[in-house]
């Protein structure tokens, strides 16, 4: 059995999915805004052993029959059944304890699973995530993490052109300090910010699933490519840039990754984060990279392999 834990509006997911009915793949589907009609029956006895039975509006499933699984949760804090409701509500913990479960049993099992929570959670920390890159052999961009105005205004000082984000997973839009911006510094105090000396060349997006390798040349208006005029086309990375995206996929023990390069006009190739929950389907639909395929064919074979980890 090949579970599917996500939005059903979700693209990414619905690819998969589409990818898997196709095969005829045995799958259950379980929508993430269904998560407050969802338990998990958990019982152990000498005589039947260990069991775990997720239920879900009638249906039940069996957890040991799950091969393989690919998660896309959602805060469930920001759905509608959540709305005027305390973070304390009934509602509110019965649905948290179910997802936190879910995800233990899976992050504990024999399943395949794209991807598990642990190794998806050096996303949430991008001073850890560019240690791991550097060590992995990428280069990486001059980069200075402070909540101290006189640093950051020596950093400014000492590079023309520099971007902020986030240091943590939320998603930021990624922009050029500005001399408003500068204005504004002494506010890193209350938040320590990433600001990393800009990179020019052409960017890629870059998807790996387990060893195939899947790239895209991005040319943008926009610093930001996600916001602006955007166009998309596949290529194919050299060699030793392929083996080092497959090689920190595999040590950071994701199955599927969405990595974020840069190509400069020399030849050079950098790198700035590593995605275990990529939104691929927006590069597929726009170069034709057959990710959804890849990943699909994936939980398929390990589903009849037995699951291996």
């Given at each position: 059995m090949i579970l599917l834990w996500g939005l059903t509006e979700d693209s990414p997911m619905n690819m998969v999915h589409e990818e898997l009915v196709q095969s005829g793949a045995d799958i259950f589907y379980l929508d993430h805004r269904d998560i407050f009609n969802c338990e998990i029956e958990h019982?152990?006895?000498?005589?039947?052993?260990?069991?775990?039975?997720?239920?879900?509006?009638?249906?039940?499933?069996?957890?040991?029959d799950v091969g393989a699984a690919y998660i896309r949760p959602y805060n469930f804090r920001e759905y509608e059944e959540m709305q005027g409701r305390n973070i304390d509500d009934p509602v509110a913990i019965k649905a948290g304890g179910f997802e936190m479960y879910?995800?233990?049993?899976?992050?504990?099992?024999?399943?395949?699973?794209?991807?598990?929570?642990?190794?998806?959670?050096t996303?949430?920390?991008?001073?850890?995530?560019l240690s791991l890159l550097?060590?992995?052999?990428f280069k990486i961009p001059e980069t200075l993490i402070t909540n101290s105005a006189p640093e950051a205004k020596h950093f400014l000082k000492a590079n023309s052109d520099v971007i902020f984000k986030s240091?943590?997973?939320?998603?930021?839009?990624?922009?050029?300090?500005?001399?408003?911006?500068?204005?504004?510094?002494?506010?890193?105090?209350w938040c320590p910010t990433l600001f990393q000396k800009v990179v020019p060349g052409n960017n890629y997006r870059v998807h790996v699933v387990n060893d195939e390798v899947f790239a895209v040349r991005i040319e943008s208006d926009r610093l930001d490519y996600r916001y602006g005029n955007t166009t998309m086309e596949a290529e194919e990375l050299p060699a030793e840039i392929a083996g080092k995206c497959c090689k920190i996929t595999s040590s950071l023990g994701l199955h599927l990754s969405g990595i974020d390069l840069m190509r400069t006009p020399a030849g050079e190739w950098y790198c700035f984060e590593v995605n275990p929950s990529p939104a691929y389907s927006y590069f597929e639909m726009n170069s034709g990279v057959p990710v959804s395929k890849a990943i699909a064919k994936a939980l398929i074979q390990a589903n009849k392999a037995g699951a291996p980890l």
């Open positions: 019982t152990y006895s000498k005589e039947k052993g260990e069991r775990c039975l997720l239920h879900n509006r009638g249906r039940i499933l069996d957890m040991k879910l995800t233990a049993w899976l992050d504990a099992s024999d399943a395949y699973v794209v991807n598990r929570s642990a190794p998806s959670a996303n949430n920390s991008k001073p850890l995530q550097r060590q992995a052999g240091i943590s997973g939320v998603r930021s839009i990624v922009e050029k300090v500005s001399a408003a911006h500068e204005l504004q510094l002494d506010d890193v105090q």
